[in-house]
Nanobody, 122 residues
Framework: QVQLVESGGGLVQAGGSLRLSCAAS????????IGWFRQAPGKEREFVAA????????DYLDSVKGRFTISRDYAKKTVYLQMNNLKPEDTAVYYC???????????????WGQGTQVTVSS
């Protein structure tokens, strides 16, 4: 199994940037695709971005394409989500999840971090 810990959230003005980190523990990091999801108050958790086990494939929510970039560092066992040109509608708790498969659905992920708050002010 894998343990995940998110960091990097905070308060930023619209148009600003943040980089979220998802640090994994255990020796099986390479066996997991990692996804970023977010959940705003009163809303369901939604897919934001995912990166494959090899790092060669990435997928994004349409509304973040061109603004967010997902990447992974195998030496540091960390997945990053670089978020640029942030908008107030990006405000949410961001979670990273791990799966031995691949996909954009919450149910497909077996392991989750505790979340990190991102707040974008207008």
């Amino acid at each position: 199994q894998v343990q995940l810990v998110e960091s990097g959230g905070g308060l930023v003005q619209a148009g600003g940037s943040l980089r979220l980190s998802c640090a994994a523990s255990g020796r099986t990091f390479i066996n997991y695709a990692i996804g970023w999801f977010r959940q705003a108050p009163g809303k369901e958790r939604e897919f934001v971005a995912a990166i494959s086990k090899s790092g060669g494939t990435a997928d994004y929510l349409d509304s973040v394409k061109g603004r967010f970039t997902i990447s992974r560092d195998y030496a540091k066992k960390t997945v990053y989500l670089q978020m640029n040109n942030l908008k107030p509608e990006d405000t949410a708790v961001y979670y990273c999840g791990g799966t031995t498969g691949w996909g954009t659905h919450v149910d497909g992920y077996d392991y989750w971090g505790q979340g990190t708050q991102v707040t974008v002010s207008s």
